[in-house]
């Protein structure tokens, strides 16, 4: 075994400063990464409500609660919400944040001071966005991916959205930076790159997309700005500019980004299933590496998103072939995850079950991207709900489900406080279902050929649009309630021990909730890597406080 510094603090990280400035000038990891939590909450909240009044809208055909320009300022709203304000930031700058350097055995990122800058520049963005609700021409209509030439054209407030998604780019721009420093400089003595927990493989791929891609979108963005501003003819035809061009500009970052939002989620289902089945995971270099290959594969797929624009055949042969290339290092993950619950012993847990819908609906989103790529078929399904479905499988019941599965897992570490099983059973339950029959008739409504982003649609479609909506009622049902579960938790649940899973990673060492400094003792570092669960009586010894079961 090989040990680290000790710190002596014993006091909470709550408690180490009192009031509102010890917050938000905080150079703390965990209290920043909890500024970002409740930041990305309460945008979580507001996305989601958009959401749930557009399928409302969308019960029937015709005109139900508003015109079509409300409804195409309300799916641009709710698209650069999800995506720029929860989705991108969600995992990397709450569980990244908080648990990174706690995993690594230090007190904190390697820039602290950037950290908070990091979350200024994300309040500042999203106070940008909300600012085009009140000022100027209103709302911008374009859909989140900004297509011109209509962005260019449009008389809404498109100019202020796009430098707020700018300015967010610069966020998480400098979240990757930290990521990137920490892992390469402050990892604990004898942690070797073959011995860092999964979740930081995963946070170090995501953090080179994060620093490599988004100055690409950074640019494009500023040069719609230019041409709103300037008429300078970038990609309006009617200028000379050419629209191909701003598609290929946006997804060669937003296809890697994809994977800025899925890759730490993968890294967290690798730290909750070996737990979960008290072994250590199976094929973890091949995970580790899985994660830099699809990293790296993400830069060049992009061209699937534009199957019918008319680009060359070879081309689109090439896209096509890399999208489904990129499967292969995707299937190593779930093959290795399974087989880490392959005779283990399994203690069935919230978290855990969030896990396992994940991989449930992250295959029906992988399957359905594969078909995305193929030419033939991509072609029918384009710019149908089809699409809009097979995204929301891969980020909401991928991204936010480990987002959900991490907040349960986590909550004891984090907030010092057990939650109510029962109710988060229930809440997972009713989340699930309602997911899968809200997306599930939108995949099969999609093949049929309704297209996305309408106001309204055939009456053909109306039966399996009133099925998606009902599903809507239960999946937003199941999200309240477990907010409510968690919220009522932090605040009122049974006290937490140090290690109520059982874990062996580094987190489960410190106190729950984690004093300042982070460890009140030298961690155990075993030589086997991170999974080693041998040492799990070592680890224990520091608490023996048990949970009821």
Do not use: C
């Amino acid at each position: 075994m090989s040990e680290n510094h000790t710190s002596n603090s014993e006091e909470s990280f709550y408690k180490s400063k009192k009031g509102l400035a010890s917050w938000i000038f905080t150079l703390d990891h965990k209290r920043i990464a909890l500024l970002y939590l409740y930041s990305i909450a309460i945008f979580f909240l507001v996305g989601m409500t958009l959401g749930f009044i557009m399928r409302l809208e969308l019960f029937a055909p015709g005109g139900q609660l508003m015109n079509p320009r409300t409804y195409n300022q309300m799916f641009t709203f709710h698209g650069v919400i999800m995506i720029f304000l929860v989705i991108i930031p969600s995992i990397p700058a709450v569980f990244g944040n908080f648990m990174l350097p706690i995993m690594l055995g230090t007190d904190d990122v390697a820039l602290p001071k950037l950290n908070l800058f990091s979350w200024w520049l994300y309040v500042i963005g999203a106070v940008m966005a909300l600012s085009t609700l009140v000022w100027g021409n209103g709302p911008a209509d374009t859909g989140w991916t900004f297509y011109a030439p209509y962005s260019v054209t449009s008389d809404t407030d498109v100019s202020m959205l796009l430098l707020a998604a700018f300015v967010l780019g610069f966020s998480s721009i400098l979240t990757g930076l930290n990521f990137i420093v920490t892992i390469h400089r402050l990892r604990a003595p004898g942690m070797g790159w073959f011995k860092m927990p999964l979740f930081a493989w995963g946070l170090y791929a995501t953090a080179w997309i994060q620093l490599l891609a988004t100055p690409i979108v950074g640019i494009t963005l500023l040069m719609v700005v230019v041409e709103r501003s300037f008429g300078i003819g970038l990609f309006n035809p009617a200028l000379g500019g050419d629209p191909i061009l701003y598609q290929h500009l946006f997804w060669i970052y937003s296809h890697p980004v994809v994977y800025v939002m899925i890759l730490p989620a993968m890294g967290i289902i690798s730290e909750i299933i070996p737990t979960s089945a008290q072994r250590t995971i199976f094929g973890y270099k091949a995970i580790a590496l899985s994660s830099m290959a699809i990293a790296f594969l993400g830069y060049f797929v992009w061209g699937h998103h534009m199957f019918t624009t008319g680009m060359s055949g070879e081309a689109a042969i090439v896209f096509s072939f890399v999208t489904f290339l990129v499967a292969i290092p995707t299937a190593i993950k779930v093959f290795n995850w399974i087989a880490t619950l392959y005779k283990g012993s399994i203690h069935i847990t919230p978290n855990l079950l969030w896990s396992v819908a994940f991989v449930f609906n992250f295959l029906i989103g992988g399957l359905t991207g594969l078909i995305n790529g193929a030419l033939a078929t991509d072609v029918h399904i384009h710019d149908t709900t089809y699409i809009v479905a097979h995204f929301h499988y891969t980020m909401f019941g991928g991204t936010i489900f480990v987002f959900f599965g991490a907040l349960h897992y986590w909550f004891p570490k984090i907030w010092g406080r057990m939650y109510n099983t029962k109710l988060a059973y229930w809440a997972l339950g009713l989340v699930f279902f309602g997911f899968n029959v809200m997306y599930g008739a939108m995949l099969v409504v999609g093949i049929q050929g309704m297209p996305r982003r309408y106001f309204d649609y055939l009456p053909e479609f109306e039966h399996l649009n009133k099925i998606s909506t009902v599903g809507s009622w239960f999946l937003v049902f199941g999200i309240l309630l477990m907010i409510f579960n968690l919220v009522r938790s932090a605040r009122k649940g049974k006290k937490a021990p140090r290690n109520p899973w059982n874990g062996v990673t580094l987190e489960w060492q410190v106190p729950s909730p984690p004093p300042l400094h982070n460890f009140d003792h030298a961690p155990i570092l075993s030589e086997k890597g991170p999974y080693d669960f041998s040492i799990l009586g070592e680890i224990n010894k520091y608490e023996t406080t048990k949970i009821d079961k």
